[in-house]
């Protein structure tokens, strides 16, 4: 089945330690996105691509970077986790933007 | 700045009732979109109602848009334990992206 994946679904990292958390799918679709979502809140859009076109949010960490090798995956880097940046992060693609999006199962990310 | 406002932020009724949430918005948007939320898991589409739509159906969903009061309404009817869930509405405003609300917990009791 045409599907999003992201792995690990847990994480457990140090303070300061980087991690990088993947995201892949198989829907050929042209937008994937990044969401931070914290405890009973909203996500939080991180950032997206569009094709290769990379779009950063204005308020998104510098701590946060983000690579998409090819159309199928896309990694988030956290280059410096605190233990603000404890969360679920959500991947989500779509065909087009502003389409429905289809998201990943989520990484539960834990920061020591 | 956080476009979509849900009410109620909770919602507890009996297994067969209806549900109904609410979502106000701020700017003019090409869609709105309404999404349901597992605890721990990820979000799952439910349906998208374009900005020249006024209502639309899917099953036991039934959305509104009033782009005059900037807000939608989603009904979930005979509700079923399987209901609960938060659902968090989004809107597209032009921009490559959604901007979701903070959502409504639903709980139904069985």
Same mark, same amino acid.
């Given at each position: 089945?045409?599907?999003?994946?992201?792995?690990? *679904?847990?994480?457990?990292?140090?303070?300061?330690?980087?991690?990088?958390?993947?995201?892949?799918?198989?829907?050929?679709?042209?937008?994937?996105?990044?969401?931070?979502?914290? #405890?009973?809140?909203?996500?939080?859009?991180?950032?997206?691509?569009?094709?290769?076109?990379?779009?950063?949010?204005?308020?998104?960490?510098?701590?946060?970077?983000? *690579? *998409?090798?090819?159309?199928?995956?896309?990694?988030?880097?956290?280059?410096?986790?605190?233990?603000?940046?404890?969360?679920?992060?959500?991947?989500?693609? #779509? *065909?087009?933007?502003?389409?429905?999006?289809?998201?990943?199962?989520?990484?539960?990310?834990?920061?020591? | 700045?956080?476009?979509? @406002? @849900?009410?109620?932020?909770?919602?507890?009724?009996? @297994?067969? @009732?209806?549900?109904?949430?609410?979502?106000?918005? /701020?700017?003019? =948007?090409?869609?709105?979109?309404?999404?349901? +939320?597992?605890s721990g898991r990820g979000l799952v589409h439910l349906i998208l109602i374009r900005s020249n739509e006024r209502e639309k159906h899917s099953g036991r969903l039934r959305v509104t848009l009033d782009t005059s009061k900037k807000s939608s309404s989603l009904l979930i009817?005979?509700?079923?334990?399987?209901?609960?869930?938060?659902?968090?509405?989004?809107?597209? +405003?032009?921009? +490559? /992206?959604?901007?979701?609300? +903070?959502?409504?917990?639903?709980? =139904?009791?069985?």
């Amino acid at each position: 089945d045409a599907m999003v994946i992201q792995n690990p *679904r847990y994480q457990v990292t140090q303070f300061g330690k980087p991690v990088t958390l993947s995201c892949s799918q198989t829907l050929n679709h042209n937008v994937m996105y990044w969401y931070q979502q914290k #405890s009973s809140q909203a996500p939080k859009l991180l950032f997206h691509y569009y094709d290769k076109d990379f779009n950063n949010e204005a308020d998104t960490p510098d701590n946060f970077q983000s *690579r *998409r090798p090819n159309t199928s995956f896309c990694f988030l880097d956290i280059r410096s986790p605190g233990l603000g940046d404890a969360a679920m992060y959500l991947c989500a693609t #779509s *065909r087009e933007s502003n389409n429905e999006q289809f998201f990943g199962p989520g990484t539960r990310l834990t920061v020591l | 700045s956080q476009q979509g @406002e @849900e009410d109620p932020q909770a919602l507890s009724i009996q @297994e067969g @009732e209806n549900a109904t949430m609410n979502c106000s918005y /701020k700017t003019s =948007i090409n869609n709105l979109q309404w999404y349901r +939320q597992n605890s721990g898991r990820g979000l799952v589409h439910l349906i998208l109602i374009r900005s020249n739509e006024r209502e639309k159906h899917s099953g036991r969903l039934r959305v509104t848009l009033d782009t005059s009061k900037k807000s939608s309404s989603l009904l979930i009817t005979a509700s079923r334990a399987a209901d609960t869930a938060s659902y968090f509405c989004a809107t597209s +405003q032009g921009a +490559q /992206k959604l901007v979701f609300g +903070q959502g409504t917990r639903l709980t =139904i009791n069985p």
